[in-house]
């Protein structure tokens, strides 16, 4: 009896010191002492944003949602001239719907200054059909007297006809600090298309290393993004205006040369969002994902 309880003993006191050594080697699972989160803080959040408008809020320095007007609405500016425009039901609020029309703006926005617009993004949701015949100018930060703007974000419309919703052509070109031009395409991938598919197209651009990017529905699809430094950079020229769906050969007393490849635009655009940033890659997902779900 006596040897029973002996072990007994012996047993409880190694059970005892193995949950001493268990509790000792346990892990804590908040070692850096982090505040608690609270998920209802992220309820109903895409990607952690309530809406796009949270998204770099502090970069965002020209913005044309198209809801009531077709005013940029950080800087209050009205648009100079419309032509063949309305609003129509957008991928958020309301949007520009073009028929064979334009949006000019003929004001020096202060944003776009020389030497405060360095890298950019821009980001728009579009509603558009090939047309087999001529090419559109979707957004042009202009230069007076001159078909080539700083930047041409340029959908090459005329190469396939109507009926191919597979593959759009984008083709953004900027010109440079040696007076020169550099460009991108998407070779080999596009975004769906059609009079009824909104379409997310991004382009954004690194003032310190040259790369250029192409989005399509927040996928990379640019084929050509290093476009090199040095007198191959980005320069915002100025006095520069801004134009929405053309260039100055659509907009009567503006035409500069007899270039007749754009048609003024034919379709519905949203959402225009400039930033004074390149935006990462997961961010330009972001925006698609936030207007996808009408944010």
């Not at 040897?3 to 190694?14: A, E, I």
């Not at 998920?39 to 408008?53: E, I, L």
């Not at 001159?146 to 010109?175: E, K, S, W």
Request: net charge neutral; aromatic share 12%; proline share 4%.
């Amino acid at each position: 009896m006596k040897l029973f309880h002996s072990y007994k003993k012996y047993c409880l006191l190694g059970i005892a010191l193995s949950a001493v050594a268990f509790s000792a080697c346990k892990k804590d699972g908040n070692p850096n002492n982090l505040p608690e989160v609270d998920a209802s803080k992220y309820a109903g959040t895409v990607d952690g944003y309530a809406s796009s408008d949270e998204v770099y809020k502090e970069n965002l320095v020209a913005y044309f949602p198209f809801d009531d007007n077709y005013n940029e609405v950080i800087s209050a500016t009205t648009p100079t001239a419309t032509v063949g425009n309305t609003l129509v039901a957008g991928i958020k609020g309301k949007a520009a719907s073009l028929n064979a029309g334009y949006l000019y703006y003929g004001t020096q926005f202060a944003a776009f200054w020389t030497e405060v617009f360095k890298s950019f993004t821009i980001s728009q949701w579009v509603q558009i059909a090939n047309n087999g015949s001529k090419r559109t100018m979707l957004f042009q930060l202009a230069r007076p007297g001159m078909l080539t703007g700083n930047i041409n974000i340029n959908l090459n419309t005329q190469a396939r006809p109507a009926t191919n919703t597979d593959f759009l052509g984008i083709q953004p070109v900027f010109t440079t600090v040696g007076g020169g031009t550099q460009d991108n395409a998407n070779a080999n991938a596009s975004p769906k298309i059609g009079t009824m598919t909104w379409a997310h197209i991004v382009i954004n651009y690194n003032g310190l290393t040259g790369r250029f990017n192409i989005f399509g529905n927040g996928v990379n699809i640019g084929s050509y993004s290093d476009r090199g430094v040095d007198n191959n950079l980005f320069k915002s020229y100025e006095p520069n205006e801004v134009i929405v769906g053309g260039n100055y050969n659509v907009i009567p007393g503006k035409v500069v040369n007899t270039d007749a490849s754009f048609a003024a635009m034919t379709g519905n655009v949203d959402e225009i969002r400039i930033y004074n940033t390149v935006l990462p890659d997961a961010i330009v997902k972001a925006l698609y994902n936030l207007g996808v779900a009408g944010k």
